[in-house]
């Protein structure tokens, strides 16, 4: 293979291309490590194209269109300096207008290319190529020398062989890490998702001539509903229903917040109203603008039926009487974390022999058909009056099963949860 005054490559014959392959192979087989496997091909590019500095940069699998660095191994520059902030914005620099052209650039004298973004001070003349597989471009090799017009086409050939040589590696070693990443997320979700689970109720009070049943349905591996009964004295029973704006972990977290403000306001044996005041302060305190809870928190009297609550801008909970009317229970004020200062209204009713009172989130009424038709409040009654006659855990499976019938799916766009308490 001839050489140039620069010492870089003039040609790249059918034997010395035979011979690169063997060569990276035998160096890229024994690693699925992104970065270790970048780096053995950095080093062996050393062995046939002389450079001062060289990068080599890997694209993100990704189908929202953003093109973000996967990984990155670097020779010659300076650690801790700025080459990842110069060379990888997408469209800029010599390494960006390569991954989005998808060709390879010469630079003879950088200071004279507008392209070039100063990432080493002495670097003079630079050669970039793209890694391509499938026609499709996957990252850039970029190689840079301390000296003028150092680069030639045939340079550019040779190091665009060498990258393409190595792309199905690089490729395999991009998916072997992201399976790795979906397997430990998959592993820290379930462990999020035992923990929330653990912060549910193990199984619902069973004062005597009640009958209660639950249900919560995230629609991830967590979610922002709650429901929680808290033994109080004198035979007594906290209940809250909440559901906190958005779904998955953040929502998750605000969850957990809430649950831990209220339990410890509820041991300080404040009025609910106050109870409820509290918790919005604390989550105003700690929650960014967007994020809010919705929520319901009353007191069962297990003795006199006797339901005292307020209603933090939730869904209105459907106490069933046993002559057929349904009472809204909406008293109260807003939903908790929007505001500094809040009021909230008190408000009581009577839970007598044969009623039945559902607490819900809006997951339940909000399950869609194709027709993006709501489940809605009148079928959700029209279901409970159907079961009136059933066990609290029929009801709810009831309400379960109708709402999967209507949607056509087992699965829901939004956490849902259910409390049903008959008398």
């Known amino acids: 293979m001839k050489r140039t005054k620069a010492g870089n490559t003039a040609e790249l014959s059918v034997e010395k291309k035979f011979q690169l392959m063997l060569e990276i192979s035998e160096k890229i087989s024994t690693t699925l490590d992104l970065d270790v496997l970048l780096g053995h091909l950095i080093d062996t590019a050393k062995s046939i194209l002389s450079y001062d500095a060289a990068g080599i940069y890997v694209l993100q699998r990704s189908n929202t269109g953003q093109r973000l660095i996967e990984g990155m191994v670097t020779r010659g520059y300076t650690p801790g300096g700025s080459e990842k902030d110069l060379l990888l914005k997408f469209g800029e620099g010599v390494v960006g207008n390569v991954i989005e052209q998808g060709r390879s650039l010469i630079i003879p004298d950088v200071r004279l290319d507008s392209t070039y973004v100063m990432a080493r001070q002495h670097t003079r003349s630079e050669l970039a190529v793209p890694i391509t597989l499938n026609e499709r471009v996957i990252g850039a090799f970029n190689v840079e020398s301390d000296s003028l017009d150092a680069f030639t086409e045939a340079d550019a050939e040779v190091l665009h062989f060498f990258a393409n040589a190595a792309a199905i590696a690089i490729e395999k070693a991009v998916l072997h890490e992201e399976l790795v990443e ?16 653990s912060l549910l109720p193990d199984r619902p009070p069973g004062p005597d001539g009640y009958d209660i049943a639950a249900e919560n349905l995230p629609t991830y591996e967590v979610g922002g509903d709650y429901y929680d009964f808290i033994e109080l004295p004198d035979k007594q029973i906290g209940i809250a229903i909440a559901d906190v704006a958005g779904k998955g972990v953040p929502a998750a977290l605000i969850m957990a917040t809430f649950r831990a403000a209220l339990r410890t306001q509820v041991r300080n044996d404040f009025a609910i109203r106050q109870i409820i005041r509290k918790v919005n302060y604390l989550l105003w305190e700690s929650t960014a603008d967007s994020q809010f809870v919705t929520a319901v928190y009353g007191v ?22 046993v002559d057929g ?44 058909d194709e027709e993006t038709r709501e489940f809605g409040v009148k079928r959700l009654q029209q279901t409970v009056r159907e079961t009136s006659e059933l066990s609290a855990f029929k009801s709810v499976r009831a309400i379960l099963d109708a709402t999967r019938a209507f949607s056509g799916t087992d699965s829901f766009a939004d956490d849902f949860t259910l409390v049903v308490i008959k008398r």
């Open 325 to 368: 009317t349904v009472v809204e229970l909406d008293r109260g004020g807003p939903a908790l974390g929007v505001f500094e200062n809040a009021d909230y209204e008190e408000s009581i009713v009577d839970l007598l022999p044969g009623d039945s009172l559902l607490l819900y989130t809006d997951g339940v009424i909000e399950a869609a």
């Open 182 to 197: 979906k397997k430990r997320i998959e592993s820290q979700l379930e462990v999020a998702r035992q923990v929330q689970a």
């Open 300 to 321: 069962l009297d297990a003795t006199s039926g006797r339901f005292t609550y307020t209603n933090a801008g939730h869904n209105p909970p459907l106490l069933f009487r």
